[in-house]
Nanobody, 126 residues
């Protein structure tokens, strides 16, 4: 069974930082494009960032200067991906999901991923 589990969420003040980690088991995640999505209350889930097998990353325009996605390509890595979030804003408040995909970038942006985590809450508030 493939499992992805996010951690690192919490309550942070505007301007603060959080580092989300994605723990994986049950597959070799170095074979996947790793991505992060978020869903705010009352809104649809949206693509935040992704990183290809070769380390090429893409970001949503609203986070590209503040967030950094990384990955660990070690075979059977326990934590295949991380999302460093800096200068957090209230509009970043959402549940953040880690996902693993074998699809191309266009499909990933549409949310077409084979495996999903259960999500971790990020709340940005003073």
């Amino acid at each position: 069974q493939v499992l992805l589990i996010e951690s690192g969420g919490g309550l942070v003040q505007p301007g603060g930082s959080l580092r989300l980690a994605c723990a994986g088991s049950g597959d070799t995640f170095s074979n996947y494009l790793m991505a992060w999505f978020r869903q705010a209350p009352g809104k649809e889930r949206e693509f935040v960032a992704g990183i290809s097998r070769g380390g090429y990353s893409k970001y949503d325009e609203r986070v590209k200067d503040r967030f950094v996605v990384s990955r660990n390509n070690t075979r059977y890595a326990t934590f295949p991906s991380f999302l460093q979030m800096n200068d957090l804003k209230s509009e970043d408040t959402a549940i953040y999901y880690c996902a693993a995909s074998l699809q191309n970038w266009a499909a990933v942006r549409r949310g077409e991923c084979e495996h999903w985590g259960q999500g971790t809450q990020v709340t940005v508030s003073s």
